[in-house]
């Protein structure tokens, strides 16, 4: 059964910095993997989309890389800011287009 | 670009009563649809998923006499939450697999999202 696991659960920066957020799944049999953002209350916005036959999708200052074999992806967001704090979340579409979700990682970007 | 609309956005019920939820995929055919639920601060948990046309699959621990899911059109399915309790509270999410082959067949586009509160 496939499990996705996010890394950090939480994580406070200040405006500007750099960071990395992290991504684990068990199994590599995907077909894509998606970023999400989740605005308290709100849905979900799509930020990138990697197909299983890609390495990275980069928009702006998003960049999210995948290494199936390793059952990793991370996502790089550059020069933070107070309007990227949200939560966001990291799923993997399985045979079934089934989309399977990890807990998230809820961003804080102090001003 | 495909939108999948969802509604209502919030609705507060009385325990006891039926709510129905509407997925609909405004500019394409979704033969299939997919529902989540998500708890305060966690993640997003799929429900079941929606095949025009037959039966909805149903998750592993979710009642399917409760969730009573529809699918009678290529745009539209619909979530009836039974005899709602107060902790069947939460928010459901749909998503429509997207249309074609290949690449674009297997692009998820979501609904908003609803809220449901019951009392």
């Known amino acids: 059964k496939q499990e996705v696991t996010q890394i950090p659960a939480a994580l406070s920066v200040p405006e500007g910095e750099n960071l990395v957020l992290n991504c684990s799944f068990t199994?590599?049999?995907?077909?894509?993997l998606q970023w999400f953002r989740q605005d308290p209350g709100k849905g979900l916005t799509s930020l990138l989309l990697?197909?299983?036959?890609?390495r990275e999708q980069t928009s702006g200052r998003l960049n999210a890389s995948l290494d199936k074999s390793s059952g990793r992806s991370t996502l790089y967001i550059a020069a933070s800011q107070p309007g990227d704090s949200a939560t966001y979340l990291c799923a993997v579409m399985d045979s079934s287009y089934k989309l399977i979700f990890g807990s998230g990682t809820r961003l804080l970007v102090r001003p | 670009g495909a939108v999948v609309s969802q509604h209502p956005s919030r609705v507060i019920c009385k325990s006891g009563t039926s709510v129905k939820i509407e997925c609909r995929s405004l500019d394409f055919q979704a033969t299939t649809m997919f529902w989540y639920r998500q708890f305060p601060k966690q993640s997003l948990m799929l429900m079941a998923t929606s095949n025009e046309g037959s039966k909805a699959t149903y998750e592993q621990g979710v009642e399917k006499d409760k969730f009573l899911i529809n699918h009678a059109s290529l745009t539209l399915s619909t979530l009836t939450v039974t005899s709602a309790h107060p902790e069947d509270s939460s928010f459901y999410i749909c998503s429509a697999r997207g249309p074609g082959q290949g690449n674009s067949g297997n692009t998820i586009y979501f609904g908003e999202g609803s809220w449901l509160t019951v009392v």
């Open positions: 990697i197909q299983s036959s890609q």
């Open positions: 199994d590599s049999a995907i077909y894509n």
